[in-house]
């Protein structure tokens, strides 16, 4: 999946990388526990990645050397789920699942509408800013620092005046901290693990449509032993609103 070098209409990036791991965890309504996860995030000024480790892989970036100079730096090819940003465009991409069947997603990063606040804590050695959001659903808090100017964070959280090395929903569901950095001054390639069905990805509002088509399908549903099916209205996103 990683093998083709990321193109839209021009050849690989090239420029110097931040690696970024971060503790992910998500505790749902319904779950039985807290589930926390590493996860990382490789960018640069032009493209993001980043990869949440549910398959339990300690390293999962393969760096190859190329014969002309620089780097290659990949995510290994597996089915941890990643979210792919093009920051030159503002967009995003990412797998959203229906029940078994997943749709490549297109989004834009300035969905998030950010409120800066005047308070700061020192994250890893970098001074960090508050900011907070509102976003589908659920209020958040980040911290990001001006010292690495990249507009980029984890998962799908972009849009401020720096790098995102904190940010937690306000209710607890849903965090996102930081605990290494390393910064590559090398020439790299950050491929694009959606390259290939990029012409196939569907809009936001798409796939809640969708979604909406197959929850009202499944209202009517009961199998012949009088059982039903469901999906829920809200996980980390809301899809379905009250």
Request: proline share 3%; net charge neutral; with cysteine.
């Amino acid at each position: 999946m990683f093998i083709t070098s990321f193109c839209y209409g021009q050849r690989g990036i090239k420029e110097g990388v931040i690696v970024v791991n971060y503790n992910h965890t998500l505790f749902l309504e319904g779950m039985p526990r807290e589930t926390s996860v590493n996860a990382v995030l490789i960018a640069n000024k032009s493209v993001a990645a980043y990869e949440m480790d549910f398959l339990g892989i300690s390293n999962f970036i393969d760096e190859e050397d190329k014969e002309e100079g620089g780097i290659i730096l990949r995510i290994r090819p597996n089915k941890n789920p990643i979210v792919f940003k093009d920051l030159r465009n503002g967009q995003f991409f990412m797998d959203e699942r229906i029940m078994s069947k997943f749709y490549l997603v297109k989004d834009h990063i300035k969905i998030f509408n950010w409120s800066l606040k005047d308070n700061y804590k020192d994250i890893l050695g970098y001074k960090c800013q508050e900011a907070t959001t509102h976003y589908r659903g659920r209020d958040y808090r980040a911290y990001f620092t001006t010292k690495v100017q990249l507009n980029t964070g984890p998962w799908k959280f972009g849009g401020l005046p720096g790098l995102i090395l904190s940010v937690e929903s306000i209710d607890g569901v849903f965090k996102m901290n930081a605990n290494t950095i390393e910064i590559k001054n090398v020439k790299a390639e950050i491929d694009n693990p959606f390259v290939k069905n990029i012409d196939k990805a569907i809009s936001w509002d798409d796939f809640i449509a969708l979604y909406k088509r197959k929850y009202e399908e499944l209202l009517s549903y009961t199998d012949p032993d009088g059982g039903y099916m469901s999906i829920p209205k809200k996980n980390i996103e809301t899809y379905i609103k009250e």
